[in-house]
């Protein structure tokens, strides 16, 4: 590939112009420190390579956290118009589909957890099942209620007695994404799932306490419910194996279709089908149904969470401030050059953000727009956000602050022990389900999380309502 040339547009945005099978501009949101470093990640290649999709409308976006993934960028977003052959791409949602984040608001402040905090610590890492291999807290039936949670989410879930109405409010979509099929999930993605509702999973996944260190937007915290010294927990977590094994299914299938409809691609990982082929329906489906999974799955880890500090912190509700993914393709209806377009926005990495006012609202939150919850890494900020006017990259943001070092490498640079030590001197308490899952997520591994807020806003893509800081971890 010829050496990509980015035109500075403003401090914060960058253009890639269209060349050779290009149909569109890639667009980079990043401060100059933000950009990928072009020797060691090929993030920038990878908006490029987007850029040639069938039906691709806009531009290829890349958000400030950017960095390499798989065929698409992670912090990657790409809108296709389905009414003229627009395809859907397994690569432009991930393996991890629906991986997202729910952050809940307790009524306690830092001063009367302290006290606790160990204790509090102990029994969420007793009380949520963590670690790359099976174990939940919901112990399904079997398949059949496996079913009904790939079609209802979070909203099967409360039905079961797990959680409230309220919780559904506060979840993107009502907690249950529509046009979910089980029908299309193979058995294989069945077994990998039948065990792990209500678990956190491995790599980047984590239960944090965390304490409103700054409230940057009072009248919007004031509508959020959120106030300094506040603790809360933030869950990242996503669909687990049945997800990462529909991603795997539908690239197979889709590779193999492309030739019958005529779709060259520069990169096989950005395997694709149109939209409105059966291949790509049936993903739809799929994905729907890992999505739903995700939404079930962050919901019974709440619970548990609440039931954790029942025990250890007395009575308190903890209520449910938003819960939103960020690995999703979703179909939106979007202005593109002055002309509605029905458009499959793909989010890898990304956060939807709606903007305040916008319809898909619910009344609770139609005056500020939608929450957008940012993770940084760990022993780091992470900040709430909220979707701005413009709507710029499709009402789209940033979804955590982006590693900039493989594991390999930050497992090279420190120790578990020196990791704990590290952490245990600001104050963190630390529960991982291994030496190895934590020292790979090493605060150094990743941007600063601060720089990407920033940058984020002043793009215009969202605006910081609060930031918040860690005093337990709970590592998957």
């Given at each position: 590939?010829?050496?990509?040339?980015?035109?500075?547009?403003?401090?914060?945005?960058?253009?890639i112009e269209?060349t050779g099978?290009?149909?569109v501009?890639?667009?980079?949101?990043?401060?100059?420190?933000l950009l990928?470093?072009?020797a060691?990640?090929?993030?920038?290649e990878q908006?490029?390579?987007?850029?040639?999709?069938?039906?691709?409308?806009g531009a290829?976006?890349?958000?400030?956290?950017?960095h390499?993934?798989?065929?698409?960028?992670?912090?990657?977003?790409?809108a296709?118009?389905?009414?003229?052959?627009?395809?859907i791409?397994?690569?432009g949602?991930?393996?991890?589909?629906?991986?997202?984040?729910?952050?809940?608001?307790?009524?306690?402040?830092?001063?009367?957890?302290?006290?606790?905090?160990?204790?509090?610590?102990d029994k969420?890492?007793?009380s949520?099942?963590?670690?790359?291999?099976?174990?939940?807290v919901?112990?399904?039936?079997?398949?059949?209620?496996l079913?009904?949670i790939?079609?209802?989410?979070?909203?099967?879930?409360?039905?079961?007695?797990h959680g409230?109405?309220n919780?559904?409010?506060?979840?993107?979509?009502?907690g249950m994404?529509?046009?979910?099929?089980?029908?299309?999930?193979?058995?294989?993605?069945?077994?990998?799932?039948?065990r792990?509702?209500?678990?956190?999973?491995?790599?980047?996944?984590?239960?944090?306490l965390q304490?409103?260190d700054?409230?940057?937007?009072p009248t919007?915290?004031?509508?959020?419910?959120?106030?300094?010294?506040?603790?809360?927990?933030?869950?990242?977590?996503?669909?687990?194996?049945?997800?990462?094994?529909?991603?795997?299914?539908?690239?197979k299938?889709m590779?193999?279709?492309?030739?019958?409809?005529?779709?060259?691609?520069?990169?096989?990982?950005?395997a694709c089908a149109?939209?409105?082929?059966?291949?790509?329906?049936?993903?739809l489906a799929?994905?729907?149904?890992a999505?739903n999974?995700g939404?079930?799955?962050?919901q019974?880890?709440?619970?548990?969470v609440?039931?954790?500090?029942?025990?250890?912190?007395g009575?308190?509700?903890l209520s449910?401030?938003?819960?939103v993914?960020?690995?999703?393709?979703?179909?939106?209806?979007?202005?593109?050059?002055?002309q509605?377009?029905?458009?499959?926005?793909?989010?890898?990495g990304?956060?939807?953000?709606?903007p305040?006012?916008?319809?898909?609202?619910?009344?609770?939150?139609?005056?500020?727009?939608?929450?957008?919850?940012?993770?940084g890494s760990?022993?780091?900020?992470?900040y709430?956000?909220?979707?701005?006017l413009g709507g710029e990259a499709?009402?789209?943001?940033?979804?955590?602050?982006g590693r900039?070092?493989?594991?390999t490498?930050?497992?090279k640079?420190?120790?578990?022990?020196?990791?704990?030590?590290?952490?245990?001197?600001q104050g963190?308490?630390?529960?991982a389900a291994s030496s190895?899952?934590?020292?790979?997520?090493?605060?150094?591994?990743?941007?600063?999380?601060d720089?990407?807020?920033a940058t984020?806003?002043r793009?215009?893509l969202?605006?910081?309502?609060?930031?918040?800081v860690?005093?337990?971890v709970?590592?998957?």
């Amino acid at each position: 590939m010829p050496a990509i040339t980015l035109h500075e547009e403003t401090p914060w945005r960058w253009r890639i112009e269209p060349t050779g099978p290009m149909r569109v501009p890639g667009i980079v949101f990043a401060s100059t420190e933000l950009l990928p470093d072009v020797a060691g990640d090929r993030s920038l290649e990878q908006v490029v390579n987007v850029a040639t999709l069938p039906g691709i409308v806009g531009a290829s976006y890349a958000m400030p956290d950017v960095h390499w993934g798989y065929g698409f960028p992670i912090g990657g977003v790409a809108a296709t118009d389905v009414a003229s052959g627009g395809v859907i791409s397994p690569g432009g949602v991930g393996f991890d589909i629906s991986c997202g984040v729910r952050l809940l608001q307790s009524p306690f402040d830092r001063e009367a957890v302290t006290g606790s905090l160990v204790s509090v610590m102990d029994k969420l890492a007793r009380s949520v099942p963590a670690g790359a291999g099976p174990g939940g807290v919901w112990r399904l039936s079997g398949e059949e209620e496996l079913r009904r949670i790939l079609t209802g989410g979070a909203v099967y879930a409360v039905e079961r007695g797990h959680g409230t109405a309220n919780d559904l409010e506060r979840c993107e979509d009502g907690g249950m994404l529509r046009g979910a099929d089980p029908e299309v999930v193979s058995e294989r993605a069945m077994a990998r799932g039948l065990r792990q509702v209500g678990s956190l999973g491995s790599g980047n996944h984590f239960l944090e306490l965390q304490v409103v260190d700054r409230i940057l937007d009072p009248t919007v915290a004031d509508v959020l419910g959120l106030r300094a010294e506040q603790v809360c927990v933030m869950i990242h977590s996503g669909s687990r194996g049945l997800g990462h094994q529909i991603c795997t299914d539908h690239v197979k299938i889709m590779e193999s279709a492309m030739t019958r409809y005529g779709i060259e691609v520069p990169d096989r990982q950005l395997a694709c089908a149109p939209v409105r082929s059966p291949e790509g329906q049936h993903y739809l489906a799929a994905m729907a149904s890992a999505a739903n999974f995700g939404r079930a799955n962050r919901q019974l880890l709440a619970e548990a969470v609440r039931t954790a500090f029942r025990q250890t912190l007395g009575p308190g509700d903890l209520s449910l401030l938003y819960d939103v993914s960020h690995n999703l393709a979703k179909l939106e209806s979007h202005s593109v050059d002055g002309q509605s377009m029905e458009l499959c926005v793909h989010r890898k990495g990304a956060t939807r953000a709606l903007p305040p006012g916008h319809p898909d609202l619910p009344d609770s939150l139609a005056e500020v727009g939608q929450p957008v919850l940012v993770p940084g890494s760990m022993g780091t900020a992470s900040y709430v956000l909220v979707g701005a006017l413009g709507g710029e990259a499709f009402h789209s943001t940033c979804h955590g602050a982006g590693r900039t070092m493989s594991r390999t490498a930050a497992r090279k640079r420190i120790s578990a022990k020196a990791l704990r030590k590290q952490l245990a001197s600001q104050g963190i308490e630390v529960r991982a389900a291994s030496s190895r899952g934590l020292t790979e997520e090493a605060p150094f591994s990743y941007k600063d999380v601060d720089a990407v807020v920033a940058t984020v806003e002043r793009a215009g893509l969202a605006r910081p309502v609060a930031r918040l800081v860690p005093i337990g971890v709970v590592k998957g």
